[in-house]
């Protein structure tokens, strides 16, 4: 068992970035290939989530573009069952809908980003090389191949199964993003996170001043882990500044 470790930076990959956009849009899917392409990407344009997985068995997919409203199974689902496969491609979702209730859902079920219809293609490129330089500098214990055991305050987090256990031997659900949120935490113990920081580490993308997604995955967080909101002892609120995991973190392969 060792403690956790500074931060290391990720090398990049060689060759342009691949782009799988999925969308049952057939003019947004020619649009977004070209738009993307002609600025570097490789780019590879779906109809539905049976293609999807088919694009999957073929070369390296570096960021998924997936629209929600799709025939057969749609966004969310498709989102879900990535994460189930333990697929942790960066995914942002599409959607015609703008509400915070479906953005929110999104980024539970393990989206990454969330752009609402109509937008601009040069926007949606901005967010793909936000999330793309994101996940290449994450630290190395966020990654699929580090650490399976993290453990902390009692709690320990099997990255392998996406699993958290209570100090009791428990399984305690997470969603996408509050497993996102939680490595983010354990990556950075006693340290302070601004939201705009734990927005870019877990999302790729700056907090709007009204967005209070953190504050709400953080509060369902702490409920997972028991921690009193009023007296946090795990996830404690730095006012003005942001949240810090006031425990050790160790691990083990």
Not at 173 to 181: F, I, N, R, S
Not at 224 to 239: A, M, Q, S, W
Request: net charge neutral.
């Amino acid at each position: 068992m060792t403690m956790l470790q500074p931060p290391r930076l990720a090398a990049t990959t060689d060759g342009p970035d691949h782009v799988l956009v999925v969308d049952d849009d057939a003019e947004i899917r020619t649009l977004l290939a070209a738009y993307l392409s002609k600025n570097g990407f490789q780019v590879s344009a779906v109809a539905d989530g049976r293609a999807l997985w088919r694009a999957l068995e073929g070369p390296h997919i570096d960021l998924i573009v997936l629209d929600l409203m799709l025939p057969g199974s749609d966004g969310l689902t498709l989102c879900r069952e990535l994460r189930a496969r333990r697929v942790e491609t960066p995914v942002i979702m599409l959607t015609a809908r703008g509400d915070e209730t479906d953005r929110i859902v999104g980024l539970e079920m393990g989206a990454d980003d969330y752009l609402a219809k109509p937008f601009s293609a040069r926007e949606l490129m901005a967010r793909i090389k936000a999330i793309l330089k994101r996940s290449r500098s994450l630290p190395v214990n966020l990654r699929p191949d580090s650490a399976r055991w993290l453990r902390f305050g009692g709690w320990q987090l099997d990255t392998q199964a996406r699993q958290l256990e209570s100090p009791e031997g428990l399984v305690v659900p997470l969603g996408g993003a509050e497993y996102k949120l939680l490595r983010v935490l354990l990556s950075h113990p006693n340290r302070v996170l601004t939201r705009d920081q734990l927005l870019d580490l877990t999302q790729g993308r700056e907090a709007d001043p009204l967005d209070r997604a953190i504050d709400v995955q953080i509060s369902r967080l702490r409920q997972r882990l028991g921690d009193d909101t009023r007296e946090p002892r795990l996830i404690k609120t730095v006012r003005g500044e942001g949240y810090v995991l006031s425990v050790p973190v160790t691990t083990e392969p």
